[in-house]
């Protein structure tokens, strides 16, 4: 019943490692979301996708892709990860790329050692 | 660029007592939508309540409601009858209305419920 549902909730991974967060969203939205809210709470931006294609995209390094394989899935891979990464990555999506209310997934916890 | 300013790093409130939230924000547009979203301990984003920069009338949802000044660009979050459950992050957010865009977050202030 969830309606923005991403998995892993938790991870905990090696400096280095390569890691993916997968997000999906059964509200029927065309626009999907990644955040990143840092150790001292701020909520910042990523990516953008509306119908598969990449509408926003934040100075993120390159090290972060985003993929959709289709307008319900929007998936995080990061490359070599860093100590840097850690946080907690948000899915989130709305119904069109101006929707009036975002709908945020319940949050993925990463933690690089 | 808009920003969102949210002068209150912590606040707290007794239980069953009224605290307001600040919020100013700056944009040179017209039409856009304000937000105020909650995080509780179990880190979930809630969107609490939602007001659109066209509308005059103040939105409210039950305890929840703003004072929203256009002019002063100042967006205010009042909770009635503070409950222990809303004890979380607060966060005022932006959006402009009718275009590809993000919305963007201010720091958020903790609010603590004293019982």
């Known amino acids: 019943d969830t309606a923005v549902s991403q998995t892993p909730k938790y991870l905990v991974t090696q400096m280095g490692n390569d890691k993916s967060i997968k997000c999906e969203q059964n509200l029927g939205h065309d626009t999907m979301y990644w955040y990143k809210q840092d150790s001292k709470k701020f909520l910042k931006i990523m990516f953008s996708y509306n119908n598969k294609e990449l509408i926003i995209n934040e100075t993120v390094p390159n090290r972060f892709s985003p993929k959709s394989p289709d307008k319900a899935h929007l998936n995080l891979h990061i490359n070599s990860l860093e100590l840097g990464d850690s946080a907690v990555y948000f899915c989130a999506s709305s119904q069109d790329k101006a929707g009036n209310t975002i709908y945020f997934g319940e949050g993925s916890w990463l933690t690089v050692v | 660029a808009q920003t969102v300013t949210q002068s209150q790093p912590e606040m707290s409130v007794q239980e069953a007592e009224t605290v307001t939230l600040s919020c100013t924000y700056d944009t040179s547009e017209s039409d856009y939508y304000l937000f105020w979203y909650k995080q509780p301990p179990s880190r979930q984003m809630i969107l609490v309540i939602r007001?659109?920069?066209?509308?005059?009338q103040n939105a409210t949802e039950n305890r929840f409601s703003v004072n929203f000044q256009k002019a002063a660009k100042s967006f205010s979050l009042k909770i009635s009858d503070s409950q222990l459950g809303d004890a979380a992050m607060y966060f005022c957010a932006y959006r402009h209305m009718n275009r590809d865009d993000k919305i963007i977050f201010g720091k958020g202030t903790r609010l603590h419920i004293l019982p």
């Open positions: 007001q659109e920069a066209y509308k005059q």
